[in-house]
């Protein structure tokens, strides 16, 4: 078996081990949820513990709760039973991992765990386990087969749990009402956060740098402005200097290629109408959506009353390490 026949059959394995746990789904899993939502709502957090591989995934489980907005802090189920299990408060909800649910260090620590009034959401393949049977809430993670050709490594199965994981740290954070300007303030730094808390006024051309021209400007002295901004289009305005039309760099190539006398007519004859345009005050991540959905180098920045305040060039981006 080649390489490439080798990685298509883990990539059947694990998406049929997922399709499987899909399936078994029920009332089980909006019970966690709720038991997560209440939890958070009184300022409680949710413990995750797991051993060995599935305590890799618990850790990034805890990550993706807290960068949702829910409060999590991963425990060592070994040092947890010399003084670390004083991170445990009543209130708190635990999820532990361990897919044959009879890890010894686990459910030792299950043990100190129930000393505390908190809930126990466990994530395992065997809901007849030691662990199952202590738990509040178990959530089914059982797969056919593991991705290993001895069907002994975690593959399937880890996945299986991670994605479990994503399932219910999306659900909580709906049902939360965790929104996009809320993820905003837990990523304030890197691309995500440069995206969610810039907004288009702060990275757009402006003033001397923003060419904007009358309807009845000539071509050539669009140009001439065009040029004086360093920038590949102008704004075309009407009387009330709200935003009619566009002309780029683009246009004049292609009307001098089939008229001569394109320099000496008025904008108003050759301009784009009804640009593509954004709000001054939108998100720098609503730009990036236009820039990728539509084919155009410059995006036209306006105010509320329609007016061509700013430019955006697809060059500056790279530079301002939005994209």
Known sequence: MNHLTRARQVFDIELTALKAVKGRLDESFTRAVDTLVGVLSKRGKVVVVGIGKSGNIGRKIAATLTSTGSTAVVLNSVDALHGDLGVVNDGDAVLCLSYSGESEELLNLVGGLKRFAVRIISFTGNPRSTLARSSDIVLNTRVPKEACPF???????TTAMLVMGDALAMAVM??????????AKHHPAGAIGRNLLLRVTDIMRAEKRNPVASQSVTVREAILTMTRAKAGCVSVVDARGRLAGVFTDGDLRRHMSADAAVLDRPLKQVMTRKPICIRDDALAVDLLRIFNERNIDDLIVVNAKREPVGIVDLQDLPKLKLM
Do not use: I, K, V, Y
């Open 174 to 183: 709906q049902a939360r009402g965790f929104e996009q300007s809320d993820f």
């Open 151 to 157: 069907n002994l490594a975690p593959t399937s199965s």
